[in-house]
Nanobody
């Protein structure tokens, strides 16, 4: 079992930055990839970005390319998501998720473990 805990969300103004964290514990040896997803109110959860557990390979959704940056710390089993140039349309609950090896990194159905999410609200 893998346990994920997100933190770092908040309320900010347009153009601000935030850093989200996803701390993993438990059977982390089973993790091959960690993804961030977000869920707008009344919508399905959508892919934002993912990173290999080794930290070498990343994959970004087009709406966040160039504004968001994912990284990983080997020391404390934490994945970070740096959000910059935030816009009101980025307002959502952000979730991290973990999975084993396989394809379709942007498919939420391929992820086995999920955190509770952290809310990001961007005002205009």
């Amino acid at each position: 079992q893998v346990h994920l805990v997100e933190s770092g969300g908040g309320w900010v103004q347009t153009g601000a930055s935030l850093r989200l964290s996803c701390a993993a514990s438990g059977r982390t040896s089973s993790i091959a990839r960690v993804g961030w997803f977000r869920q707008f109110q009344g919508k399905e959860r959508e892919f934002v970005v993912s990173i290999s557990w080794s930290g070498g390979m990343t994959d970004y959704a087009d709406p966040v390319q160039g504004r968001f940056t994912i990284s990983r710390s080997n020391a404390n089993n934490t994945v970070y998501l740096q959000l910059t140039g935030l816009k009101p349309e980025d307002t959502a609950r952000y979730y991290c998720a973990a999975r084993g090896f396989g394809a379709r990194w942007n498919d939420r159905r391929q992820y086995d473990y999920w955190g509770q999410g952290t809310q990001v609200t961007v005002s205009s």
